[in-house]
């Protein structure tokens, strides 16, 4: 007689014991995005202190959130984001910025990013946060469409030349 078990994934808040695993995670996106789209990335910063005081503030801090992809022990992605101050020529004072998310190649494309998009718009409601903006590498296409189809539209357009 055979067993399985077939282990769900799902979305829970960020504890400081995921610390490690959601630096190794943003280590891989960095990679990613430095082979696919931008060479200028530090692929060591994830791992550095500043690295670990960025997702240590986005766990623990008030201003931050961090939410966890879980299936049984493992994580297999992440989204942090915090607070943000917006320029000083706006009239949005409560915004957030969705900073960082990942997903391990295997588990995207199955509604995996949206249960943690979803638990970062609670948190956005939860703060009182009436705007919400993400930056993603102009090259990332894939990306791109993701927050197309969740509402968010251009708005600015940052153009950078080497020297």
């Avoid at 509402?151 to 950078?160: C, I, K, P, S």
Wanted: hydrophobic share 35%; proline share 1%; with cysteine.
């Amino acid at each position: 007689m055979y067993s399985s078990l077939i282990l769900e994934i799902i979305v829970r808040e960020a504890l400081i014991d995921d610390l490690k695993s959601i630096q190794l995670l943003n280590k891989k996106l960095f990679e990613g995005e430095f082979d696919k789209y931008d060479d200028t990335i530090n692929v060591d910063w994830p791992l550095s202190k500043e690295g670990e005081k960025f997702y240590e503030e986005r766990i623990s801090g008030s201003e931050g959130c961090a939410f966890v992809l879980v299936k049984g022990e493992e994580i297999i992605g992440y989204l942090v984001g915090s607070l943000s101050k917006d320029e000083f020529y706006r009239n949005v004072k409560e915004i957030a910025e969705l900073d960082e998310m990942y997903i391990l190649e295997e588990y995207r494309n199955g509604g995996h990013g949206s249960l943690l998009y979803s638990k970062s718009l609670e948190w956005c409601k939860e703060k009182g946060v009436k705007r919400l903006k993400v930056l993603v590498t102009a090259k990332n296409k894939q990306a791109i469409n993701f927050y197309k189809k969740k509402g968010f539209d251009d708005y600015n357009v940052t153009l950078e030349r080497d020297v």
